[in-house]
């Protein structure tokens, strides 16, 4: 370790340097300015290290003014305002949040949701008393059900009814519960009427799977000794969906897996790439790229076109026919490195072959179709009286005045960047 000396103490290179943070007193008049180095005014800690006096000093700064973020982030946790209900609703879902883990449990853990039901609680019976069948197709029975109205009394009597509710269900996957209305109610103590959207997804007991999807109309209530409970739970009607078998079955790797850009770029995410990439690529966080689906080709297969994050390649994969695809963004030269939203393969030119437009961050980019695997950049494309005000997220095509020629409807979002960003020269397409 380097060691520096000061007179005749020695002292390292660390005390030095946390001294010397205070080497501008020295342009400031005497006697201050000498203060800190007087003859004999080194300091020895009780390991025996010398260290100049001062040395840990801290300065509080003192702001005249006030920040006005101040009283707006006084007012970020819930119930800080004049809102009451927002943190009544906060402490809610908190409970919903263990109904749900509960319930996912195997066997339902109904203990936790019996901790948060008032004793003398009053529900209707969750046993549905008529069923109407809105479809049978493809391998999936979609009904609507209504509940009765009868009034179920005491907080035992309504477990009985859960446990009945859930007995077709081995293994609750999918438990999710969201506040979608309340009311304050008047009385002493806290009350609130909730209205809570609930989505239940689970395995059957004869294998297939089952969702259920519907309102409860809750009444909740709470004082000094006990925390939020349910006073009242009604169950109105819900959606109730089976399947027999597996509707859908994950082939992405089959379909893709032979490509090399499957392998060592799609199956990373962004949180990956953002490991990786330079932040003056432009990628973000957000993730929100689309896809387009198309016949560029005029094979009468639908290929496709996936967007990527800034830095990135976007994709055009072509379908082989056989249930595979392959890459052919290189041979295609529409590889856009710039962060795309989303893609539209639409015939723009009326010539009979699908073009492509990316809407990428820095301005949409349309690629004319050459009828032969290749795109070719239209240069100034679009034209717009006044500069856009913010950044490219979608599109929308018509030809909304009957010319028969297809028009453009493009959304824009301002997110915000700050000034100190830096950023490689931009666009890529374009970048000089």
């Not at 290179?13 to 020295?26: D, E, I, N, S, Y």
């Not at 493809?138 to 009394?153: H, K």
Request: with cysteine; glycine share 8%.
């Amino acid at each position: 370790m380097a060691r520096y000396k000061v007179g005749n103490h020695n002292f390292s290179r660390r005390t030095f340097l946390k001294g010397m943070r205070w080497a501008p007193v020295l342009f400031l008049p005497a006697p201050i300015q000498a203060l800190p180095f007087r003859p004999g005014t080194l300091q020895t800690s009780e390991d025996g290290q010398r260290s100049f006096p001062f040395a840990d000093f801290r300065v509080n700064p003192h702001y005249p003014a006030k920040s006005p973020l101040n009283d707006v982030l006084g007012r970020v946790v819930p119930g800080a305002d004049e809102y009451v209900t927002e943190k009544h609703a906060f402490e809610i879902m908190r409970i919903l949040g263990e109904w749900s883990q509960g319930l996912k449990a195997a066997p339902p853990a109904l203990a936790v949701l019996a901790k948060f039901l008032h004793a003398s609680i009053e529900a209707t019976p969750l046993v549905p008393t008529e069923e109407k069948t809105l479809r049978r197709e493809s391998g999936i029975d979609v009904f609507r059900r209504w509940f009765s109205t009868p009034v179920v009394a005491r907080r035992e009597r309504f477990l009985e009814e859960i446990e009945s509710y859930l007995a077709p269900i081995v293994h609750v996957e999918t438990a999710e519960f969201e506040i979608v209305g309340i009311r304050q109610s008047a009385g002493s103590s806290p009350t609130v009427d909730l209205d809570i959207r609930y989505d239940l997804v689970g395995t059957r007991t004869d294998l297939g799977r089952e969702e259920r999807i519907g309102h409860w109309l809750t009444q909740w209530t709470r004082d000094e000794a006990n925390p939020w409970r349910v006073l009242r739970w009604v169950a109105t009607e819900e959606i109730l969906s089976r399947a027999r078998e597996p509707v859908f079955i994950d082939i992405t790797s089959q379909a893709l897996g032979q490509t090399e850009s499957y392998k060592n770029q799609m199956v990373h995410g962004v949180d990956c790439w953002r490991t990786v990439l330079d932040g003056a690529c432009g990628i973000d966080v957000y993730g929100n790229n689309g896809l387009a689906v198309g016949d560029f080709d005029g094979d009468g297969r639908d290929d496709l076109y996936v967007c990527q994050p800034a830095g990135l390649p976007n994709r055009l994969y072509r379908n082989r026919g056989d249930g595979t695809f392959e890459d052919v963004t290189e041979k295609s030269a529409v590889g856009v490195l710039d962060g795309s939203a989303c893609a539209l393969f639409a015939d723009f030119d009326n010539k009979g072959l699908q073009d492509l437009l990316v809407v990428s961050g820095s301005g949409p980019l349309l690629f004319l179709n050459q009828g032969n695997g290749k795109f070719l950049l239209k240069r100034d494309a679009f034209q717009f009286a006044r500069p856009p005000q913010g950044t490219f997220t979608h599109a929308a095509i018509a030809d909304y005045d009957g010319d028969g020629r297809l028009d453009i409807y493009f959304c824009l979002y301002s997110y915000y960047v700050g000034l100190d960003q830096y950023h490689y020269p931009a666009p890529y397409f374009d970048a000089r």
